[in-house]
């Protein structure tokens, strides 16, 4: 078994994304987001930034409009203005965290549409290699997010309607690879991650994470499962497009 990943020893500021893959059409930045751009979104993009680094140091009671201008070095009142209520606050802070889950992966490492089975298995690989080896704290925010989101009913639809983005996509990846139960295979996709990265990112195996390897023959033994022979063999090497975490 190859090596496993010791993960790096986690930090609480969510705000650098001096790491993060820019998305096609917007210019990569280092340091800080929300230093680029109209002042208006620089500064809207600061506030969210500090919220996701306040659920992760100090969870959901840690997560107020002052607490908000104190982490962002803003006025007070700043956040407010922004968003008036605590609902507008935490849909806010969920749509700045999926744009920043949406840059893990670049357009050009997203498997092609008509890319077959080999594809998902080194995308899916690659993604949740990164999100647990330089991400993790994206996990925890999105945890503290989901459990906001089972108590609060308006905040359940908006995130539920956020996480659409990603679940359709994804049921499209599962049709284009051959599934002739996209819907059904792309859950059982979704539980198998999420149930790794929990386990990983907030679980007992917090201390170490498989290698990019192991999560290549992983997701290889998931989706041969669901489509046959149309996957390639565990361990099958990544092609130019498909480069390591």
Known sequence: ???????????????????????????????????????GTARAELIADAALALLVERGMRGLTHRAVDERAGLPQG?????????QALLEATVRRHAEREMRVL???????????????????ALALHRY????????????????????RPELRAFYDATGAQFREPLVA????????EPERHALSLVAWCEGLMFACAAGSYHSAVPSLDELRRGFAELLRGM???????????????????
């Open 78 to 86: 700043s956040t407010s203005n922004h968003a008036r209520t605590r």
């Open 1 to 39: 078994m190859p090596p496993r990943t010791t993960r790096p020893t986690r930090t609480s500021d969510t705000s650098d994304t001096s790491h993060t893959p820019a998305t096609s059409g917007a210019p990569a930045t280092s340091g800080t987001p929300g230093t680029s751009g109209a002042p």
């Open 227 to 245: 489509l046959g022979d149309a996957v390639p063999p565990a361990g099958t090497a990544a092609g130019p497009g498909n480069p390591a975490g």
């Open 132 to 151: 647990l080896t330089r991400h993790p704290d994206l996990l925890i925010a999105r945890y503290e997010l989901a459990l906001e989101a089972t108590r």
């Open 173 to 180: 990846m599962m049709a284009a690879a051959g599934s002739a």
């Open 106 to 124: 670049t357009p050009d490492e997203m498997p092609a549409a008509m890319g077959g089975a080999a594809g998902p298995v080194d995308a899916l």
